[in-house]
């Protein structure tokens, strides 16, 4: 099973993502709330594979995903977000982003994406 | 408080544009129809509509964002308890009726359908006027329309009679659910984006 940490603000989102995840092969060995819980609860749990929601308080994805690869650079982030703007596609791939996912979104491209990333392509 | 005529029907134009767009992120979030009613884009007097939202005396929950970048503004998704529990339904993809109660989850909900219309009329804004247009953490009220309007223009009402809103009425389909989406743009920043809005299509069309 491939271990997963779902970083997200609203709990209903993270409700969402752990019924689609578990139609897939994952384990939801965590949940944070913001970045700077994202950060503690990697370093805690180190996931396999993060889905990462960007308009967060406190710290944002951007910034968690910046951080969490500054402390594993082969950390695997998948970006989940409203936003559908090049620039900032362009700073989730800077910061080290694996893939980017915009909402709403159809169960099976998570699953499919997540399977993906984990498996290098 | 000024903006020309000219200016309020550009900022009309794109505003129907983007609540299409938002309208399709809004049923492919709940799977279910979200069919726009009306939209309309304004000045309005405050105390007009102040005395509309205080004679609905319905119990709604809403979720207030900030739209940041270069054109800044205020959104606010409303809608009446007992449709927020149906929401919450068509969201978790549970049958409808699981929902009996305000909890976290409807919170949630709602929170998460502002964050996807504010996103989504960012989204177009940004496509539109060539910048990037972010929504800022939503915050969930749960108290009666006029007292929620009230929070929404209380820094407007301040210093003005009237306000520039943009009003965005919605109806789920096969049900008696209504719900309401506000934008109020912020005037400096709407000015300047529509300016270079329209030196940007004048130089297209030469």
């Not at chain 2, 929401?87 to 976290?104: H, M, N, R, S």
């Not at chain 2, 960012?122 to 060539?130: D, E, Q, V």
């Given at each position: 099973m491939n271990r997963v940490l779902i970083v997200d603000d609203a709990s209903v989102v993270r409700l969402l993502i752990k019924k689609v995840l578990k139609q897939g092969d994952f384990e939801i060995v965590g949940e944070a709330v913001n970045g700077v819980d994202a950060l503690a609860k990697y370093k805690e749990l180190k996931p396999d594979i993060v889905t990462m929601d960007i308009t967060m308080p406190e710290a944002d994805g951007i910034q968690a995903t910046k951080d969490i690869i500054a402390f594993d650079p082969n950390a695997k982030i998948v970006m989940l977000s409203g936003i559908d703007q090049k620039e900032m596609l362009w700073q989730a791939i800077k910061a080290g982003a694996s893939s980017y996912i915009v909402k709403p979104f159809e169960n099976d491209r998570i699953l499919s994406t997540l399977h993906d990333v984990i498996n290098g392509k | 408080?000024?903006?020309?005529?000219?200016?309020?029907?550009?900022?009309?134009?794109?505003?129907?544009?983007?609540?299409?767009?938002?309208?399709r992120s809004f049923s492919k979030t709940i799977k279910h129809a979200a069919l726009i009613e009306l939209v309309k884009t304004d000045l309005v007097d405050i105390s007009e509509i102040t005395e509309e939202m205080n004679?609905?005396?319905?119990?709604?929950?809403?979720?207030?964002?900030?739209?940041?970048?270069?054109?800044?503004?205020?959104?606010?998704?409303?809608?009446?308890?007992?449709?927020?529990?149906?929401?919450?339904?068509?969201?978790?993809?549970?049958?409808?009726?699981?929902?009996?109660?305000?909890?976290?989850?409807?919170?949630?909900?709602v929170q998460e359908i502002g964050n996807i219309l504010a996103s989504a009329i960012?989204?177009?804004?940004?496509?539109?006027?060539?910048s990037m247009l972010l929504p800022t953490p939503p915050q969930v009220l749960c108290d009666f329309a006029g007292s929620i309007f009230g929070q929404l223009i209380f820094e407007e009402s301040m210093d003005n009679d009237k306000i520039l809103l943009t009003e965005t009425k919605f109806k789920l389909r096969n049900t008696e659910i209504d719900c309401y989406f506000f934008l109020l743009p912020d005037l400096n920043t709407l000015e300047e984006s529509l300016d270079k809005y329209e030196k940007a299509s004048d130089t297209d069309s030469l």
């Open positions: - | 408080m000024q903006i020309s005529k000219e200016h309020l029907k550009i900022l009309d134009i794109i505003v129907k544009i983007s609540m299409d767009s938002a309208s004679n609905d005396f319905r119990e709604m929950v809403a979720s207030i964002l900030r739209l940041e970048g270069s054109l800044n503004g205020k959104l606010m998704f409303m809608i009446p308890l007992d449709g927020a529990l149906m929401l919450q339904d068509f969201y978790l993809q549970d049958e409808p009726g699981t929902a009996k109660e305000f909890d976290e989850f409807t919170e949630g909900t960012g989204n177009s804004f940004a496509a539109g006027f060539g």
